[in-house]
């Protein structure tokens, strides 16, 4: 929302905040601690062997590019490519991978290097989302898209793996920077740019194919909730994953990317400093209504605990209830 010069670094744009009065306490650089060769490869084929200790792996032909790949022709894989042993199991021949080489650096000070394993030489690592410190998923490797790369390309921006990450403790006077919004005002005025407001956007109504389009909403306490806007919008495929620059973007502001509803609805929240939440209309039984929580009322939580309510609680209800 504020076009700052590309030569600016991130500890500038702090020094200029905190000249405006906001409080930056730290200029984090996320994925600093991730160093070395980084590539994208091809799974070329696999072959999968059970050891004694009960375990499966699968002993890879990865193509890593033609200025990474090694000649493993003595170990019985295809060449050009790079051998390589992963414990995991979610990925198939020709999907594209993440692949740190040796000499690259893990978070936690990992060290890649080519040694023998389950009786294989692993010249490098397939990596997950939590060994490259992007994730919490440790259930299987990344596999990327078909569109994401080719082999041999560097994996960090592929992945939007670093970045800077300005740290802000917001004091009670400045609660519009509780915002992405109100920092890139901030920003703009200490630059002396031009401000893009997001919020400034106008939105035309969708015209109803039959009748009203709009979802019905009862407000019964106008005190407490002043104002309840709700937006149909269609056309939106739950399954298909969020982009992986918005999962990552969501991730660094301090929140776990679940889903593609979930996380639009946060980065949104996040990018406006406005609540919002995302309902499926399919579940919805009746009108959303806006109350207070009645005697005896109580909510399960989604960490599954039953929560007994008290009177001056504001729920969001359905005629299911909370």
């Known amino acids: 929302y504020v076009d700052l010069p590309s030569d600016v670094p991130a500890r500038d744009v702090a020094a200029r905040l905190i000249g405006a009065g906001l409080e930056v306490e730290t200029v984090d650089e996320a994925g600093a601690d991730v160093t070395g060769p980084l590539v994208v490869g091809r799974v070329l084929e696999f072959s999968e062997e059970t050891h004694k200790n009960g375990k499966t792996v699968r002993w890879c032909a990865v193509d890593v590019g033609p200025e990474h790949n090694a000649d493993r022709s003595d170990e019985g894989v295809a060449s050009p490519s790079r051998g390589i042993v992963c414990g995991a199991r979610n990925f198939e021949v020709s999907d594209l991978v993440v692949v740190a080489l040796p000499g690259a650096v893990l978070p936690g000070g990992f060290a890649i290097t080519a040694r023998k394993t389950y009786g294989h030489v692993s010249d490098g690592m397939i990596c997950s989302a939590r060994e490259l410190g992007i994730g919490d998923d440790h259930s299987g490797i990344m596999v990327l898209g078909d569109d994401d790369g080719a082999p041999g390309d560097d994996a960090a921006p ?32 200490a630059y002396g740019l031009d401000f893009r407001d997001p919020a400034a956007l106008t939105s035309k109504a969708a015209a109803a194919e039959e009748g009203d389009s709009s979802y019905p909403v009862r407000v019964e306490d106008a005190e407490r909730c002043p104002v309840f806007v709700a937006r149909t919008v269609t056309g939106v495929d739950p399954a298909a994953p969020s982009p992986r620059w918005l999962q990552r973007r969501v991730q660094l502001a301090g929140m776990r990317p679940i889903s593609l509803a979930v996380d639009v609805t946060n980065y949104v929240m996040l990018e406006l400093g406005s609540p919002i939440h995302g309902y499926d209309k399919e579940l919805l039984n009746g009108p959303i209504v806006v109350r207070r929580a009645r005697p005896g009322e109580k909510l399960t939580t989604l960490d599954d605990a039953i929560r007994d309510l008290d009177r001056d609680d504001l729920l969001i209800t359905d005629d299911t209830g909370p």
């Open 158 to 189: 592929i992945l939007h793996l670093r970045d800077d990450v300005l740290d802000i403790a917001v004091t009670p006077d400045r609660g519009y920077c509780l915002s992405i919004r109100g920092v890139a005002r901030e920003a703009a005025i």
